[in-house]
């Protein structure tokens, strides 16, 4: 299994340019989410989604589209690019929900990304 | 799901125990604690969780009081590649993918 991959590993984009970052995952999990983080700060929550074809917003959601057509891939889309999402993006995705809650989460390995 | 309270830093001689505790008084019936930490420049990594009985694993122990209202996590022989940030989150089973990463503890493992 190679767990959680996130592509690109690093990403520099000007103002206003828009770009997808790839997210998929290979252990057949419902749950995906993204996670941005800055310096020095804990992550917050994007989007994430339930399964196929479900979305939903997080925390801080605005600037970013999200869609979920396969259970392996759940890309995040930047329509607009800013100064203010320059920032490490991590993609996240979770077990099933089993008696006991071993719903862990598998993080990427992250896509650290500058908007000039 | 409740609110946690960490300090933000604590140091650690290399092979001693690293106590890391954790605040959470708002917690509720339904809520586990989840411990993740997250090496400098990586993705967060699942330690340990639980309900209410102390659990042990590979990684460390997580000893949660008996009114639930506040967890240490144990690394039982620290070692310098144990140095990184460590959360502590409290959220219910139902909680979808959503998990709330405060500002945690940087340890830092010295030789």
């Known amino acids: 299994n190679a767990g959680v991959t996130q592509t690109p590993k690093f990403q520099v984009l000007k103002t206003g340019q828009s770009m997808t970052l790839q997210c998929a995952q290979d252990?057949?999990?419902?749950?995906m989410s993204w996670y941005r983080q800055d310096p020095g700060m804990g992550l917050r929550l994007i989007h994430y989604?339930?399964?196929?074809?479900?979305?939903d917003q997080g925390e801080v959601p605005n600037g970013y589209n999200v869609s979920r057509s396969t259970t392996e891939d759940f890309p995040l889309r930047l329509l607009s690019a800013a100064p203010s999402q320059t920032s490490v993006y991590f993609c996240?995705?979770?077990?099933?929900?089993?008696?006991?809650?071993?719903?862990?989460?598998?993080f990427g390995p992250g896509t650290r990304l500058t908007v000039l | 799901d409740a609110k946690t309270t960490q300090p933000p830093s604590m140091d650690c001689a290399e092979g001693r125990a690293a106590n890391l505790p954790c605040n959470h008084s708002?917690?509720?019936?339904?809520?586990?604690v989840y411990w993740y930490r997250q090496i400098h420049s990586q993705g967060p990594q699942y330690i340990i969780h639980?309900?209410?009985n102390n659990e042990t694993n590979e990684m460390a122990s997580l000893i949660i009081t008996e009114d639930r209202k506040s967890s240490t996590l144990i690394l039982p022989h620290a070692t310098l590649r144990d140095t990184a940030v460590y959360y502590c989150?409290?959220?219910?089973?139902?909680?979808?993918?959503?998990?709330?990463f405060g500002a945690g503890t940087q340890v830092v493992v010295t030789p």
């Open positions: 252990m057949n999990h419902e749950y």
């Open positions: 989150i409290v959220r219910a089973p139902d909680s979808w993918g959503k998990l709330q």
């Open positions: 708002t917690i509720s019936g339904n809520e586990y």
């Open positions: 639980g309900l209410k």
């Open positions: 996240a995705s979770r077990n099933h929900r089993l008696a006991g809650s071993t719903d862990t989460q598998y």
């Open positions: 989604s339930v399964g196929a074809g479900i979305t």
